[in-house]
C-alpha cells in the first residue's frame, strides 16, 4: 500500500454506524427466539466448567465450534459480508476457529475446561460474565434499544468472547493455537468499532488484550 | 393604472424566472467533449452502502429523488463501496431510469485481466446500458487497466476515461499520467482545507483540458462537524451561502478547473442542500481567499 503512513482507520471503513447496528437488528429479528436457546446453551456450557465427568471437554468444544459455524454462516457470511467485502475473508477465521475446535476438543479430546484461582481464571470467567452477561444490556445503555442488543451464539463480537475466556480455562499451557482467531476477529472488530464511534470498542479491545497477559502468565508458570 | 398593471405583470412574470435562475444549477463543461454536467453531484461512499435494508434503501432512493429533482446529474460509486453499486440500481430503477443521469464508476483490482468482468459486474449493479465515466480507483494497477479503459472508450463502451486519487496521495504518479495519457476526467480530494491540488493538479488539468471531480468536500463530514462549533460568518450571504455546507461547496466549485464536486450523502434536506449551493452566485477570487483563511483560523 503505497504511502500506508497517510491512512488511517476511517479509510477502511465502508459503512455508517446506523447501517451496522440496523443489520444486527434485522439479524435479531430474523433468527427470533434463536437467542434465548444460545444464552442457554451459553450459561450451561459456563455450568459445565463446574462438572468434571469426562466427556465435558469434547461437549464445550463441540457447543463452541457449532455456535462459531452458525454465526459465521448466518450473520458474517450472509449479512456481514454484504456490507463489508472483508467479512468474505474474515470468515476464513471462523472455519480455522471451528476445524481447531473440532480436531482438538471433540476428536483428540485434548481440552479440559476448569476453573482455577489465578488471573487466568478471573480473567477467563470475566469474559465468559462480560459475553453472556454485559454485551446483551450495551446497546439499551448506548441508547440504541433491545432490538440491537448483541447476544452470545447470534452475532460474532460476544460469541468470539466467550471461546477466549474458556480457553483461559483449559487445564495445563494456555491453547494458543486456538486463541489466534478469536484475537485476530476481536482485533479487526475493536478497530471496526473504534471508527465507527462505538462505546463498545473500549471494551472489547481491553477484552482481547487482557486474556493474552492473562494466558502468558499461566504459560509462564 | 395601466402602468401600475403593466409593472405588476412583468413582476410576476419575472420573479419566477429571477427565481429559476437563483436555483437552476450551475454548469460547467467536460473539457474534451463540451458536454456540461452540474457543479454539483452525488457520493456513494458509506452513505450508499446499506445491504438489502428496505427502509435504509427507502432514503437511499429518496435522496435519488431529491437530487434529480433539484437538477442533479453525476452519481459517483466503485466496486469499493460494498453494496452502493447495488443500492443505486435499485434506486434508478424506482425512479424509471432518469435520463440526466451521468454514471461514474470505478474498476478496482489488482488483476488487470480481472478489470473487464469487474466492470460488467458494476454495470448490471447499477443497471444502466453503460457507464458516461469510468475511472481507475485510487490508481490500482492503472498501467493495466488505462488502456483497456481507453480502447472501450474507442468502441463507444463507456464515452469517458479518467483516475482517481484521494487525501493527496500520489499526487506526483497523477500528474505523470494527466501529462501522458489522454484522460478525460481526474478525481481528486480538494476543500478549505486540503488545497494541496492547487498548486498543480488544478493548474495542470486546465492545461490540458482535463475535467475534474472532487471528493470529500467535507473530509467525510469532519470538516462540517468542526466548522458546525462556529457561527457562520455574516459575508456568507454575499454569495447566498445560508450554512456551513453551502459555504464549503461553493468555495470548491468556484475554483475555474473545477468541473463537479461530489459530496456524499444520505439525508434529503442535505442533498438539497448540497445541490442549491451549486447554483446562484459563487465567490469571486478575494471573496475565496476569505473563506480558506477564516476556516484555517477556526
Known amino acids: ?40 446453551l451459553g450459561l450451561a456450557t459456563a455450568g459445565l466448567l463446574l462438572h468434571r465427568a469426562p466427556w465435558q471437554g469434547r461437549l464445550v468444544s463441540g457447543v463452541l465450534a457449532a455456535l462459531w459455524s452458525w454465526v459465521a454462516w448466518s450473520f458474517v457470511w450472509r449479512r456481514y459480508a454484504v456490507i ?10 471462523y472455519v480455522v476457529e471451528v476445524l481447531l475446535l473440532l480436531w482438538a476438543g471433540v476428536v483428540r479430546g485434548a481440552l479440559s475446561f476448569r476453573w482455577s484461582r489465578d488471573a487466568a481464571g478471573a480473567t477467563g470467567l470475566a469474559l465468559l460474565l462480560l459475553s453472556l452477561g454485559v454485551y446483551p444490556l450495551l446497546a439499551p445503555l448506548a441508547g440504541r434499544g433491545w432490538r440491537q442488543s448483541e447476544i452470545f451464539g447470534v452475532v460474532p463480537d460476544p460469541t468470539v468472547l466467550a471461546p477466549v475466556g474458556l480457553l483461559l480455562l483449559v487445564e495445563g499451557a494456555p491453547p494458543w493455537r486456538l486463541l489466534i482467531a478469536p484475537v485476530l476477529w476481536c482485533a479487526v472488530s475493536g478497530a471496526t468499532l473504534l471508527a465507527l464511534g462505538s462505546p463498545e470498542a473500549w471494551i472489547l479491545v481491553p477484552a482481547v488484550l487482557l486474556p493474552l497477559g492473562a494466558a502468558a502468565a499461566r504459560g509462564r508458570r | 393604472m395601466i402602468r401600475a398593471m403593466a409593472m405588476a405583470a412583468a413582476a410576476a412574470l419575472l420573479r419566477p424566472l429571477s427565481a429559476r435562475a437563483l436555483t437552476a444549477p450551475v454548469t460547467r463543461p467536460i473539457p474534451s467533449s463540451g458536454e456540461r454536467l452540474p457543479v454539483v453531484g452525488l457520493g456513494t461512499w458509506i452513505t450508499f452502502n446499506v445491504g438489502d435494508d428496505p427502509e435504509l434503501r427507502d432514503e437511499c432512493a429518496a435522496v435519488m429523488r431529491a437530487f434529480f429533482r433539484e437538477g442533479g446529474r453525476v452519481i459517483d460509486s466503485s466496486p469499493m463501496y460494498g453494496s452502493s453499486q447495488e443500492v443505486i440500481g435499485d434506486g434508478l430503477g424506482r425512479l424509471g431510469r432518469p435520463p440526466d443521469l451521468f454514471s461514474a464508476d470505478k474498476v478496482w483490482t489488482s488483476s488487470g485481466a480481472g478489470g473487464p468482468a469487474q466492470i460488467e459486474e458494476s454495470r448490471s449493479s447499477w443497471r444502466v446500458p453503460r457507464f458516461d465515466l469510468l475511472q481507475v ?29 484521494s487525501e493527496g496521495r500520489r499526487h506526483r504518479e ?65 454569495i447566498g451561502a445560508a450554512s456551513w455546507a453551502q459555504l464549503l461547496l461553493k468555495f470548491i466549485v468556484s475554483h475555474p478547473a473545477v468541473t463537479c464536486a461530489i459530496p456524499a450523502t444520505a439525508k434529503v434536506a442535505h442533498v438539497v442542500e448540497n445541490m442549491r449551493a451549486g447554483a446562484g452566485v459563487f465567490p469571486e477570487p478575494a471573496m475565496r481567499r476569505r473563506i480558506a483563511a477564516h476556516i484555517e483560523r477556526l
Open chain 2, 174 to 238: 497523477v500528474e505523470e499520467i494527466m501529462a501522458s495519457r489522454p484522460i478525460d476526467f481526474v478525481q481528486i480530494t480538494y476543500n478549505a482545507v486540503d488545497r494541496a491540488v492547487e498548486r498543480r493538479i488544478l493548474p495542470l488539468a486546465r492545461d490540458r483540458g482535463i475535467a475534474v471531480l472532487v471528493n470529500r468536500p467535507f473530509r467525510q463530514g469532519a470538516l462540517i462537524r468542526h466548522v458546525e462549533r462556529h457561527r457562520l460568518p455574516s459575508w456568507s450571504g454575499e
Open chain 1, 84 to 93: 463489508n467485502w472483508a467479512a468474505t475473508y474474515l470468515t476464513g477465521l
Open chain 1, 1 to 40: 500500500m503505497p504511502e500506508w503512513w497517510t491512512y488511517t482507520l476511517s479509510d477502511f471503513l465502508l459503512f455508517s454506524p446506523r447501517t451496522y447496528y440496523r443489520l444486527i437488528e434485522r439479524h435479531n429479528a430474523a433468527v427470533w427466539p434463536w437467542q434465548i436457546m444460545t444464552l442457554g
Open chain 2, 137 to 165: 480507483h485510487n490508481l490500482l494497477a492503472w498501467e493495466e487497466h488505462l488502456p483497456d479503459l481507453l480502447a472501450m472508450k474507442a468502441e463507444g463502451r463507456v464515452r469517458y476515461v479518467g483516475i482517481t486519487t
